[in-house]
């Protein structure tokens, strides 16, 4: 049976109040660090409805997905000779802002793993060993990622076996809270289990 992703729903007051006390407490960790760990505590508790349907893959690779250069690493079509399919897609709102995004997990022959990450590895901006957006984003120099959405468990955190490489990554915020708005894109490779993720985000 496939995994339920945790639903998004903004919980109560009582979320508020936790933010409020995390942000003045945790305030040594700069705008950037605040900002995702408010991020994934809003994310965690927004009910979103989320697609897994395989089957579905083309049509929001190449209707769906409405800025196709995030999505241009992202094969055509699931390739024949992949397994273990899985995918994760949904759109949303967030307090009025985007909430989006879009992965897609697979198992593929090991050379043409190895010859992938070679290739990506090659032009990627950024590049992160395990982990999520909350943990990257924190980095001296650190740019928001992803969630394992695809993951087999309720871990959303890649473990330290995948590498995360980051095709792009823009921030799009109107004021001084940086990555308040933005999008990243990228894959995951995890060599030793011949498994590629495709990502994107928008928030």
């Known amino acids: 049976m496939k995994r339920s992703l945790p639903t998004r729903r903004y ?13 003045i407490s945790l305030g040594s ?4 660090g605040v900002g995702f760990v408010f ?4 994310n965690s508790n927004n009910q979103v ?7 579905r893959y083309q049509e929001i690779r190449h209707k769906l997905w409405l800025n196709q250069n995030q999505v241009r690493h992202f094969p055509n079509h699931i390739p024949p000779n992949s397994s ?4 994760a897609y949904s759109r949303g709102l ?3 802002q985007k909430n989006n995004f879009f992965q897609l997990r697979l198992k593929l022959p090991e050379q043409q793993v190895k010859e992938l990450h070679n290739q990506y590895k090659a032009i990627a901006k950024h590049r992160y060993i395990g982990g999520n957006t909350n943990d990257h984003a924190n980095l001296p120099n650190g740019v928001p990622t992803t969630f394992f959405y695809t993951s087999n468990s309720q871990e959303d955190s890649f473990p330290n076996s995948y590498e995360i490489l980051v095709l792009g990554a823009n921030d799009r915020s109107a004021s001084n809270f940086k990555w308040n ?20 985000e928008e928030w």
């Not at 960790?29 to 950037?32: F, T």
């Not at 991020?39 to 809003?42: K, N, T, V, Y």
């Not at 273990?84 to 995918?87: A, C, K, S």
């Open 11 to 23: 919980a109560s007051a009582q979320l508020v109040q936790i933010a409020i006390i995390a942000f």
């Open 84 to 87: 273990e399919v899985r995918l």
């Open 49 to 55: 409805r989320t697609i897994q349907d395989p089957s």
């Open 181 to 200: 708005h933005g999008d990243s894109y990228g894959i995951a490779i995890d060599l030793s289990a011949s498994q590629i993720v495709y990502w994107a």
């Open 94 to 96: 967030l307090q009025g």
């Open 39 to 42: 991020r994934q505590a809003f």
């Open 29 to 32: 960790i700069g705008i950037v």
